[in-house]
């Protein structure tokens, strides 16, 4: 079976930089995903690592070890906007996307 | 462009009814997914078609029946639905569904209440 850890919820202040980390344990990877998602809207792609290492897209970098089984999502310069729940995913067989329980990310003044 | 669209947006429906949401993109994506996600979960997977073919079912009851007409729509028709299948359903779509680098992106989704 798969089975991702993130944590629950993230506190931050406008500004700050925040990482929020995911563990899992996968019957087959291909990659770990991470996506964004606004209270009532709906999943948006962020970023994909296959690779171990870091990849980085404007004020969102995602890093993978695939010996640990770990990754995680570094935001910067946080803005009020970035409020929202945070998922990482893992990319199995066949495109199966299989989505850790969600980060809960506030953004405070 | 990456633009996945549902409709209808919202839908409520009683137990008795028989209704159908619809996904459309045209990126050429020759996969398509439905999820369905409840309020404070994660997106769960339902179906995936890949080239026109059905080739993951996850153990959905048959009350939800999915069908792809060509490569660019992608229906999940209801019928008989319980209350607790209130939620919101999400479509999505990649290049195709064997690849190491695909990236699914989703439809806004289509939040169901059943009645």
């Known amino acids: 079976g798969q089975s991702l850890e993130q944590p629950s919820e993230v506190t931050a202040v406008e500004g700050a930089i925040v990482q929020i980390n995911c563990t899992y344990q996968?019957?087959?990877?291909?990659?770990l995903s991470w996506y964004q998602q606004h209270d009532g809207g709906a999943p948006t792609f962020l970023s994909y690592?296959?690779?171990?290492g870091l990849e980085e897209t404007g004020r969102f970098s995602s890093f993978l070890s695939r010996s640990d089984s770990y990754g995680y999502l570094l935001l910067q310069e946080l803005q009020m906007k970035d409020s929202a729940s945070y998922f990482c995913a893992v990319l199995s067989g066949y495109s199966t996307l299989t989505f850790g329980k969600g980060t809960m990310l506030l953004v405070s003044p | 462009d990456t633009e996945v669209t549902q409709t209808p947006k919202h839908l409520v429906m009683g137990m008795t009814n028989k209704k159908s949401l619809k996904c459309e993109q045209h990126?050429?994506?020759?996969?398509m997914y439905w999820y369905k996600q409840k309020a404070k979960k994660p997106p769960e997977l339902m179906f995936v078609y890949s080239y026109e073919k059905l080739s993951i079912n996850e153990s959905v009851p048959s009350r939800f029946s999915p069908e792809c007409p060509n490569s660019s729509l992608l229906n999940l028709h209801l019928h008989a639905l319980q209350p607790e299948d209130s939620a919101l359903y999400l479509c999505?779509?990649?290049?195709?569904?064997?690849?190491?680098?695909?990236?699914?992106?989703f439809g806004p989704g289509t939040r169901l209440t059943v009645l």
């Open positions: 999505a779509s990649s290049q195709t569904s064997a690849s190491s680098t695909d990236t699914q992106y």
């Open positions: 690592n296959a690779l171990d």
């Open positions: 990126m050429g994506h020759r996969a």
């Open positions: 996968t019957s087959g990877f291909y990659g």
